[in-house]
């Protein structure tokens, strides 16, 4: 009864994978979950207090699809300031999640056999955005290998029409290098490719600086830049994003939105513009954490004989188990079995993860400790 292109993808690792530590806690099993993609935190609370009182304002009804005008102005103002690059707030729609605004770029500019460049590995929802656009995704290796406009080349045919970038990176926590950057600007400008560059995670970098491809030269014409507030102000449950586009892809993404979701919350619109106005204090302390449980689940990963390599960006440990003798999957299961440890296989983003699985170090310090004295106990 269902459609081909919905039979054509699988669910969503990282949610099947929450939704199976929830069961075995509600079980009464003593779970660490490692496989949450959310900050652990608490959304800050002028951020709260924003949506308290747009609910006595009685800001509870529809806003215009694209987006309250303040907000929209604001994101343009810090596209402009953060990322450098000339944007004005009729180039920006506000959306319920940062997913949501990926899916509305695929619909608007994909026809049936379409080609899209994957970075393996990637974030799970990229590929099915792909395929539910009728497209079809070309991989392209990037873990421990450089971005090389030959590797690009290699991978492109005459149907490709987009490359996709998620820089920090969820699963593997890299940041693309400038000489990267240049090399897929340079290959998207001499094959006249869009480039969709989610950024959700730019602020949470620990080793380098982001650099958003939009600001290079002749990429903001073909770029998309997504982004939103889920990671960076811990509002995930808020499910408030947005996009920055060229006018054309800007008029399709509005049809596909008014058509489907209508308008991102409003109370959530009200309290994104108050998390972009005041102090970014709550994002650096954020920062900071993450920082301290990466050196640690770093550490501790690499004592234990687990290949780990030092995250750049994001909240992600992607994790080499082979000297183990176990693939991802049977590594996973193992965990969960023996150690009641809830992880990602790294299969789930790409098959360059086959031999990895993907620790989420959202969690608290206490948690991450323990979990990695189970692991070591248990190897």
Same mark, same amino acid.
């Given at each position: 009864?269902?459609?081909?292109?919905?039979?054509?993808?699988?669910?969503?690792?990282?949610?099947?994978?929450?939704?199976?530590?929830?069961?075995?806690?509600?079980?009464?099993? !003593? /779970? %660490?979950?490692?496989? @949450?993609? #959310?900050? *652990?935190?608490?959304?800050?609370?002028?951020? &709260?207090?924003?949506?308290?009182?747009?609910?006595?304002?009685?800001?509870?009804?529809?806003?215009?699809?694209?987006?309250?005008?303040?907000?929209?102005?604001?994101?343009?103002?810090?596209?402009?300031?953060?990322?450098?690059?000339?944007?004005?707030?009729?180039?920006?729609?506000?959306?319920?999640?940062?997913?949501?605004?990926?899916? !509305? /770029? %695929?619909?608007?500019? @994909?026809? #049936?056999? *379409?080609?899209?460049?994957?970075?393996?590995? &990637?974030?799970?929802?990229?590929?099915?955005?792909?395929?539910?656009?009728?497209?079809?995704?070309?991989?392209?290796?990037?873990?421990?290998?450089?971005?090389?406009?030959?590797?690009?080349?290699?991978?492109?045919?005459?149907?490709?029409?987009?490359?996709?970038?998620?820089?920090?990176?969820?699963?593997?926590?890299?940041?693309?290098?400038?000489?990267?950057?240049?090399?897929?600007? #340079?290959?998207?400008?001499?094959?006249?490719?869009?480039?969709?560059?989610?950024?959700?995670?730019?602020?949470?970098?620990?080793?380098?600086?982001?650099?958003?491809?939009?600001?290079?030269?002749?990429?903001?014409?073909?770029?998309?830049?997504?982004?939103?507030?889920?990671?960076?102000?811990?509002?995930?449950?808020?499910?408030?994003?947005?996009?920055?586009?060229?006018?054309?892809?800007?008029?399709?993404?509005?049809?596909?939105?008014?058509?489907?979701?209508?308008?991102?919350?409003?109370?959530?619109?009200?309290?994104?513009?108050?998390?972009?106005?005041?102090?970014?204090?709550?994002?650096?302390?954020?920062?900071?954490?993450?920082?301290?449980?990466?050196?640690?689940?770093?550490?501790?990963?690499?004592?234990?004989?687990?290949?780990?390599?030092?995250?750049?960006?994001?909240?992600?440990?992607?994790?080499?188990?082979?000297?183990?003798?176990?693939?991802?999957?049977?590594?996973?299961?193992?965990?969960?079995?023996?150690?009641?440890?809830?992880?990602?296989?790294?299969?789930?983003?790409?098959?360059?993860?086959?031999?990895?699985?993907?620790?989420?170090?959202?969690?608290?310090?206490?948690?991450?400790?323990?979990?990695?004295?189970?692991?070591?106990?248990?190897?």
């Amino acid at each position: 009864m269902l459609s081909k292109r919905v039979n054509g993808i699988a669910e969503s690792a990282t949610i099947k994978m929450g939704l199976l530590a929830k069961q075995l806690q509600d079980e009464g099993k !003593e /779970v %660490m979950n490692f496989s @949450l993609g #959310e900050p *652990d935190f608490k959304t800050p609370e002028h951020i &709260c207090e924003a949506a308290k009182k747009a609910l006595d304002l009685g800001y509870t009804h529809y806003t215009s699809s694209a987006g309250i005008t303040e907000l929209r102005e604001e994101i343009a103002k810090k596209i402009q300031a953060e990322n450098k690059v000339d944007v004005n707030a009729e180039e920006v729609i506000v959306t319920p999640g940062g997913k949501q605004a990926i899916y !509305e /770029v %695929m619909m608007s500019v @994909l026809d #049936e056999g *379409d080609e899209v460049l994957l970075l393996d590995p &990637c974030w799970v929802s990229f590929e099915a955005a792909v395929k539910l656009a009728g497209g079809k995704p070309s991989w392209v290796k990037k873990l421990e290998e450089e971005v090389k406009y030959e590797a690009l080349e290699s991978a492109a045919s005459e149907n490709t029409k987009m490359i996709v970038i998620n820089s920090p990176n969820n699963p593997a926590g890299y940041v693309l290098s400038d000489r990267e950057l240049n090399e897929i600007a #340079e290959f998207a400008t001499e094959h006249n490719l869009l480039v969709l560059s989610d950024e959700i995670y730019e602020k949470i970098i620990y080793e380098r600086r982001h650099v958003s491809i939009a600001s290079l030269d002749d990429m903001q014409e073909r770029t998309i830049i997504v982004n939103g507030f889920s990671k960076t102000y811990a509002m995930t449950g808020w499910r408030i994003g947005y996009a920055v586009a060229p006018p054309v892809i800007m008029n399709g993404m509005l049809k596909i939105q008014q058509h489907s979701v209508s308008c991102a919350p409003s109370i959530s619109q009200y309290s994104a513009l108050t998390a972009l106005r005041g102090s970014q204090e709550c994002v650096d302390k954020m920062v900071k954490e993450f920082k301290r449980r990466k050196d640690v689940i770093v550490k501790r990963l690499n004592g234990i004989g687990l290949r780990c390599v030092n995250p750049e960006g994001a909240f992600y440990a992607f994790v080499n188990t082979s000297n183990h003798g176990n693939n991802d999957i049977e590594f996973t299961e193992r965990l969960l079995k023996e150690a009641y440890i809830v992880v990602t296989p790294g299969s789930a983003f790409g098959s360059a993860g086959k031999d990895y699985v993907r620790f989420s170090f959202a969690a608290s310090m206490e948690n991450i400790v323990e979990g990695m004295e189970r692991i070591e106990k248990m190897l």
